[in-house]
């Protein structure tokens, strides 16, 4: 059960835009677009962002945005805020009924 | 509205057992899976462990299964996580996450509860 890569961290200046890349093996991605990343502000409960590659829960900005090719999935975060400055982190359900994370992104807006 | 909240962590010796527990409110428990998710310090998350939403599949990460168990109880909308033979790399905040579902299973949670903490130190 390895991680999923993403790095350690990126940074965008306000209204500029970033993509976080998260990247797996085939089996970590199961071939279906099952997908998801949350945002993490210290001291507070993990936030769904994007879920099934592409799709944005309710009360999300359409600021955030995610899209895969291959075996990486990116999530796009538009017009950078500094509200957004937050660890992200991707998951995705597997082959063998487990799921995995990505090892977390520091997004800092400068 | 949705709210999971942790409790049951706080701090245990190399060896020793603890029991988390994830009260749930604002949605109907027994309808949906559950999972306890792990952060140690200064690293990222980690899946821990899935029980299904009558509690008959239980799926665990390599690095805690035979040691961990999931459980819950529908009739009081509380999700448990006992853990035994506890470990220094096992010092983490532990979340509960709902997963979601809509008509049919979805595969990420949709929502989570604020965590509790547990330190496994002598």
């Known amino acids: 059960q390895s991680a999923l890569t993403q790095p350690a961290s990126v940074s965008g200046s306000p209204g500029q835009s970033i993509t976080i890349s998260c990247t797996g093996t085939s089996s970590d991605f199961l071939g279906y677009n099952y997908v998801s990343w949350y945002q993490l502000h210290p001291g507070k409960a993990p936030k769904l962002v994007i879920y099934d590659v592409t799709n944005r829960p309710s009360g999300v900005s359409d600021r955030f945005s995610g899209s895969k090719s291959g075996n990486t999935a990116s999530l796009s975060i538009s017009g950078l805020q500094a509200e957004d400055e937050a660890d992200y982190f991707c998951t995705s359900f597997t082959s063998s009924s487990t799921w995995v994370f990505g090892g977390g992104t520091k997004l800092t807006v400068l | 509205q949705v709210q999971l909240v942790e409790s049951g962590g706080g701090v245990v010796q190399p060896g020793r057992s603890l029991r988390l527990s994830c009260a749930a409110s604002?949605?109907?428990?027994?309808?949906?899976?559950m999972h306890w998710v792990r952060q140690a310090p200064g690293k990222g998350l980690e899946w821990v462990a899935v029980?299904?939403?009558?509690?008959?599949?239980?799926y665990y990460a390599d690095s805690v299964k035979g040691r961990f168990t999931i459980s819950r109880d529908n009739s009081k909308n509380t999700l448990y996580l006992q853990m035994n033979s506890l470990r220094a790399d096992d010092t983490a905040v532990y979340y509960c996450?709902?997963?979601?579902?809509?008509?049919?299973?979805?595969?990420?949670?949709?929502?989570w509860g604020q965590g509790t903490l547990v330190t496994v130190s002598s």
């Open positions: 029980i299904s939403y009558a509690g008959t599949n239980k």
């Open positions: 996450a709902k997963q979601g579902y809509d008509s049919v299973v979805k595969y990420y949670f949709d929502y």
């Open positions: 604002g949605f109907t428990f027994s309808f949906y899976n």
